[in-house]
């Protein structure tokens, strides 16, 4: 009797430990509503010739810094009938530049102190459209804004330890349309004093593009950029259970490539590391 509870017990407790919660995460999309965030990103980026000749040609190794923060306001319009997806409005404000030591050859006064941004948004967080009128071509070049800011949410439930696909937006800058970064839920874990759920978010791809484009956008002329190597990015951020609303992400990527200039006959190697950052602020 004593030995039929004892194996009783033990497999009660094994299967409360292997019963995990399962969460369908969905973003309430509710007309009116409204929230803020602060921004910072930080790129760092080192490009280095390849050949002396290259290198006398461009003045050597060169290495271009620039970070960014604002003030992010989003605001839900028309929520469609099925409330399933909803318009929405952003605005930027308060943006402040800095290019470290490139900061004189940069024109900033030319670059916006404050944006509008408008489109359209599902119940997984997915923005189905985006336009953003006021994003100068400088900004637009180098990925400006594009990085993800909210968490995409999963098609089916999940518990820990379960992975679903993001897009990642540079993607087909990059030359990989198809790549996807992987978020993974790691923890049931309260962010500052609000019920929340850990993810954790990860993206290996491989660069294969010709660059020349996104550069001639920002005024450059018009050439080859042929860039070959690998773009790595990891991160966290932490999605409110009651509603599915992201509220905050911590984003950090590398990246190293080759890039042949056939047009001018140079080569150099990059190697690139930035930051970005999204927390929602409280609201009285």
């Given at each position: 009797m004593?030995?039929?509870?004892?194996v009783?017990?033990?497999?009660?407790?094994l299967?409360l430990?292997?019963t995990?919660?399962?969460?369908?995460?969905?973003?309430?999309?509710?007309?009116?509503?409204?929230?803020a965030?602060?921004?910072?990103?930080?790129?760092?980026?080192t490009?280095?010739?390849?050949d002396?000749g290259?290198?006398?040609?461009?003045?050597g190794?060169?290495?271009?810094?620039?970070?960014?923060?604002?003030?992010?306001a989003?605001?839900?319009d028309?929520v469609?009938?099925?409330?399933?997806?909803?318009?929405?409005?952003l605005?930027?404000?308060?943006?402040?530049?800095?290019?470290?030591?490139?900061?004189?050859?940069?024109?900033?006064?030319?670059?916006?102190?404050?944006?509008?941004?408008?489109?359209?948004i599902?119940?997984?967080?997915?923005?189905?459209?985006?336009?953003m009128?006021?994003?100068?071509?400088?900004?637009?070049?180098?990925?400006?804004l594009?990085?993800?800011m909210?968490?995409?949410?999963?098609?089916?439930?999940?518990?820990?330890?379960?992975?679903?696909?993001?897009?990642?937006?540079?993607?087909?800058m990059?030359?990989a349309?198809?790549?996807?970064?992987?978020?993974k839920?790691?923890?049931?874990?309260?962010?500052?004093?609000?019920?929340a759920?850990?993810?954790?978010?990860?993206?290996?791809?491989?660069?294969?593009?010709?660059?020349?484009?996104?550069?001639?956008?920002?005024?450059?002329p018009?050439?080859?950029?042929?860039?070959k190597?690998?773009?790595?990015?990891k991160?966290?951020?932490y999605?409110?259970?009651?509603?599915?609303?992201?509220l905050?992400?911590?984003?950090?990527?590398?990246?190293?490539?080759?890039?042949?200039?056939?047009?001018?006959?140079?080569?150099?190697?990059?190697?690139?590391?930035?930051?970005?950052?999204?927390?929602?602020?409280?609201?009285?």
């Amino acid at each position: 009797m004593k030995k039929s509870l004892f194996v009783a017990m033990v497999l009660s407790v094994l299967a409360l430990a292997f019963t995990q919660d399962e969460f369908l995460l969905r973003r309430a999309l509710v007309s009116g509503e409204k929230d803020a965030y602060k921004v910072t990103t930080k790129v760092v980026q080192t490009m280095t010739p390849t050949d002396a000749g290259a290198g006398a040609l461009v003045g050597g190794e060169t290495r271009f810094e620039m970070s960014m923060s604002l003030d992010m306001a989003s605001s839900i319009d028309k929520v469609a009938e099925d409330k399933k997806s909803a318009t929405f409005d952003l605005s930027f404000s308060n943006i402040v530049y800095d290019f470290g030591s490139m900061s004189g050859m940069v024109p900033q006064d030319s670059l916006p102190k404050s944006m509008k941004a408008n489109g359209k948004i599902d119940e997984r967080g997915r923005v189905l459209e985006m336009k953003m009128p006021d994003l100068p071509a400088t900004l637009g070049a180098g990925g400006g804004l594009a990085g993800p800011m909210m968490v995409e949410l999963p098609e089916r439930a999940v518990k820990i330890g379960d992975t679903w696909d993001m897009a990642i937006p540079t993607a087909d800058m990059l030359g990989a349309k198809d790549a996807k970064m992987t978020a993974k839920l790691v923890a049931v874990e309260d962010y500052e004093t609000i019920p929340a759920l850990l993810v954790e978010l990860s993206a290996s791809m491989p660069i294969d593009a010709d660059l020349g484009n996104a550069v001639q956008a920002s005024g450059a002329p018009p050439m080859k950029m042929l860039a070959k190597g690998k773009f790595e990015m990891k991160g966290r951020a932490y999605v409110q259970r009651s509603n599915g609303k992201t509220l905050s992400m911590d984003i950090s990527f590398n990246t190293t490539s080759r890039v042949n200039m056939p047009d001018v006959g140079i080569e150099f190697d990059t190697t690139g590391h930035g930051t970005s950052t999204v927390k929602i602020v409280p609201q009285n």
